[in-house]
């Protein structure tokens, strides 16, 4: 494969893993918690990189592609491990994130919380065991090996 088919394919990738995401949320019903969307900004990056390349932009620009996928793919892998209770995640976004414990009783009985809060530690949508942050992890790191494979090239 050329360096500009392979440069398509990365960005064509990201662009499509970005549009899916967007197609969960506003056409599925399913709101990003703030680890998914933190998993979007690369790929809207990477996508902008390979449209920037494959108009003649500066070869170089290729590597700043891979480490924009290869950050998506680790944010995601960082938030299934999170999902899958390997570590803890961020607070604002977890289980521990919404600790009553230090609450007094008109706090607990506020109605100023924050409603609709996508905890980031929890599944919403899995498929073959792997979540959303998995599927990108994966997918993520076959387009960082497009993108290291079309920066190599002369």
Same mark, same amino acid.
Do not use: M
């Given at each position: 494969m050329t360096r500009n088919g392979l440069i398509l394919l990365a960005t064509l990738g990201s662009a499509g893993l970005l549009l899916g995401?967007?197609?969960f949320q506003h056409i599925g019903g399913l709101a990003p918690c703030k680890m998914c969307l933190w998993q979007r900004w690369p790929h809207a990056a990477a996508a902008l990189i390979g449209a920037v390349l494959l108009f003649g932009g500066p070869r170089m620009l290729a590597w700043l592609g891979a480490l924009a996928a290869l950050s998506t793919g @680790?944010?995601?892998a960082y938030h299934a491990g999170v999902e899958w209770g390997f570590w803890p995640g961020p607070s604002s976004c977890t289980g521990g994130g919404m600790d009553m414990g230090g609450m007094d009783g008109s706090a607990l009985l506020?109605?100023?919380a924050p409603l609709g809060m996508v905890m980031c530690d929890?599944?919403?949508w899995s498929l073959f065991g792997l979540s959303m942050a998995g599927w990108n992890a994966v997918i993520a790191f076959a387009l960082t090996a @497009?993108?290291?494979?079309?920066?190599r090239m002369a």
């Open positions: 995401a967007f197609g @680790l944010i995601g506020s109605l100023d929890e599944v919403v @497009l993108w290291v494979k079309a920066a």
